[in-house]
């Protein structure tokens, strides 16, 4: 069983053989909305919209606990491919781009990190040294090239607190600490995931260049986001037909 979960502009699957819907419960109350069962060429797969079907559950409000324990625990997920949108920092990622990022740096604050908090809990401490599964990975890669989809082979994917966008400077910031590109989503699914020892990748689909880049130098265009995204999604898409066998 392999879950998407769904970023912004995509809040469903086409390519989904839809079998059933299904409302799961977890101890972290409720996730983002109805999981989706279904197939995709010979692979059972599970579908969450992060942001709600409406879109309407902001990244800092998230229930990334809940998300990641319906998908895992709940419908018995044994890896989570998360598809987001982000911005491009680095020269070479531009709108239009695939990524698959290899490294994070986690700039948000006030967001349930762990499952391991509360009265009498142990604290729990994991390893996050390579914070997107290898095997996985890897598999997306494979999968883009079997699509004939290019997407590029790891970056440093800056988690930001959202849901403003970012300030130039701080998107130069950001440059100088070593990022590559920004979005809103990445944390804490991923720390999550690896609490749950599920494997967990994404692709990343660059929507805009960050403040202060490109035709962003001055301000960003929402309604240029909204066409690369239409655009790109559809080669995210193949990837996953490909990544499930189809």
Not at 121 to 133: G, Q
Request: with cysteine; net charge negative.
């Amino acid at each position: 069983m392999l879950a998407i979960i769904g970023g912004s502009g995509l809040t469903q699957l086409s390519n989904l053989d839809i079998s059933r819907r299904e409302v799961i419960r977890t101890p972290y109350g409720e996730p983002s909305g109805a999981v989706t069962f279904g197939r995709i060429g010979c692979q059972d797969v599970v579908f969450l919209a992060r942001h709600g079907h409406g879109h309407t559950i902001p990244p800092h409000l998230v229930n990334y606990r809940a998300n990641i324990w319906a998908l895992a625990r709940g419908a018995g997920a044994e890896g989570i491919v998360s598809v987001a949108s982000v911005g491009g920092i680095r020269s070479d990622l531009g709108p239009g781009v695939l990524v698959a990022p290899d490294q994070i740096i986690d700039y948000t604050w006030g967001r349930h990190t762990t499952y391991h908090e509360g009265p009498d809990v142990p604290v729990v401490h994991i390893d996050f040294t390579e914070p997107y599964d290898g095997a996985l990975r890897r598999r997306l890669l494979d999968a883009a090239a079997l699509a004939g989809e290019t997407i590029v082979d790891g970056a440093v994917y800056a988690t930001t607190q959202g849901p403003r966008l970012e300030t130039a400077a701080e998107i130069n910031r950001l440059e100088q600490d070593g990022a590559h590109i920004v979005g809103m989503t990445g944390m804490p699914e991923a720390c999550l995931a690896r609490e749950l020892e599920v494997p967990y990748a994404a692709i990343c689909v660059v929507a805009n260049w960050g403040a202060g880049r490109g035709d962003s130098a001055h301000a960003i265009s929402f309604a240029a986001i909204e066409e690369v995204l239409q655009q790109s999604l559809g080669k995210a898409r193949r990837v996953i037909e490909h990544l499930c066998g189809a």
